[in-house]
């Protein structure tokens, strides 16, 4: 089965710090979705990648997909207080009938 | 735009109780899904539905139950609690399938004593 493993697990950057995430999969990625939690909080949708060396922005975030589309980036630029959260990963399933996550990368930025 | 609305937040169970999650969304969204989410395991789909009338499994289906008799509302049952069944569970929709951007509930917090 599909695995997506998502790294580092934790992070702690200073405010106005650049910063990177990322999610490997064991299969070739068909659809790549970058998503971001508030504790308490649902999920809420930030990108999605399709095609092997897509790239998207959004204000200070970017997320590429790799030509392989094996593996994926979420880049944050002058990270804000804002940006804190759990980012998780997730990518169409095998069978195309639901998504799998990643586990997460919780972000904390300290001012 | 009440988008995806669950019901309770947050609720306390006694092992062996049985409850309903109610999951509703006003976007006239084909696609449902429930998930499960616990520290360090990530987010885990448990069941899922395309439409009215047709729901499927996913990763961890044992104890729950869903139907779907309408569009707008997917209930999660809970038939007889266990306190491995402690999570806080998410249901999204997405206009006709998971290969789209999908919308999430708040989530509700369940403890099961």
């Known amino acids: 089965s599909q695995e997506l493993e998502q790294s580092p697990q934790s992070l702690i950057v200073q405010e106005g710090k650049n910063l990177t995430i990322n999610c490997t999969s064991s299969?070739?990625?068909?659809?790549l979705y970058w998503y971001k939690q508030k504790y308490g909080e649902g999920l809420i949708f930030l990108m999605m990648l399709q095609k092997g060396g897509e790239e998207k922005s959004h204000e200070k975030i970017t997320a590429k997909l790799d030509e392989k589309k094996q593996q994926s980036s979420l880049h944050i630029t002058a990270s804000q207080p804002s940006h804190a959260g759990i980012y998780l990963c997730g990518a169409d399933d095998q069978a195309g009938t639901a998504l799998i996550f990643g586990k997460g990368t919780t972000l904390s930025v300290s001012s | 735009n009440a988008g995806v609305t669950q019901t309770p937040k947050f609720q306390v169970l006694k092992t062996g109780q049985s409850m309903t999650l109610q999951c509703a969304q006003d976007?006239?969204?084909?696609?449902m899904s429930w998930y499960r989410q616990d520290p360090g395991m990530g987010l885990r789909l448990i069941h899922y539905?395309?439409?009215?009338?047709?729901?499927d499994q996913g990763e961890v289906p044992n104890g729950y139950n869903v139907s779907r008799s309408t569009t707008e509302d997917f209930p999660l049952r809970l038939l007889s609690a266990a306190p491995s069944q402690t999570s806080v569970y998410f249901c999204a929709s997405s206009p006709t399938g998971p290969n789209q951007p999908q919308h999430f509930g708040d989530g509700t917090r369940l403890s099961i004593l």
């Open positions: 539905s395309v439409g009215a009338g047709i729901t």
């Open positions: 976007m006239n969204h084909e696609y």
């Open positions: 299969k070739t990625l068909y659809g």
